[in-house]
């Protein structure tokens, strides 16, 4: 679980953080999503971070906390998926108004659509054991485990 218990904590200051700078005032949440969400975040009456770096740094962020079984929870309980739902479909309408001008970049529209895979599936539909406490232990389960040889 490493530091993802520390960081992911009730208190939520990280993740709220993280978060605020990607939501935006008019984003479409309803109300059970808007309760799930950090209390300093609920009734969030700010506009979407304009950096493209600073975007691209939080959802790479994000995407990290979903290696832990831990994190994942957090993030799936906190409506982290309707909030970065939301970011998608600003990036969509924006690119429909302007062409030239796009919210996210290619690879930020890339991560962001790999976190918004994981947060809607649980483990069972992704095919990783569900006590598995981090998903970067995978590569490591696999190489431990012995190859038999063919035999002729």
Do not use: W
């Amino acid at each position: 679980m490493g530091l993802h218990g520390s960081l992911l904590d009730t208190s939520d200051e990280y993740l709220s953080a993280i978060l605020a700078p990607l939501m935006d005032v008019n984003d479409n949440l309803d109300e059970e999503e808007t309760s799930k969400l950090p209390v300093r975040l609920q009734y969030y009456e700010k506009e979407r971070d304009q950096s493209e770096i600073v975007r691209q740094k939080l959802i790479e962020a994000l995407f990290q906390l979903c290696a832990t079984k831990h994190g994942r929870q957090v993030l799936r309980s906190k409506s982290v998926y309707p909030a970065m739902r939301e970011l998608d479909k600003a990036t969509a309408s924006e690119e429909d108004s302007k062409a030239q001008h796009k919210l996210l970049s290619s690879q930020q529209e890339h991560t962001l659509h790999a976190l918004i895979g994981i947060l809607i599936r649980y483990e069972s539909e992704m095919d990783v054991d569900p006590d598995l406490p981090s998903i970067r232990e995978l590569g490591i389960q696999e190489e431990e485990e012995p190859v038999e040889e063919k035999k002729d």
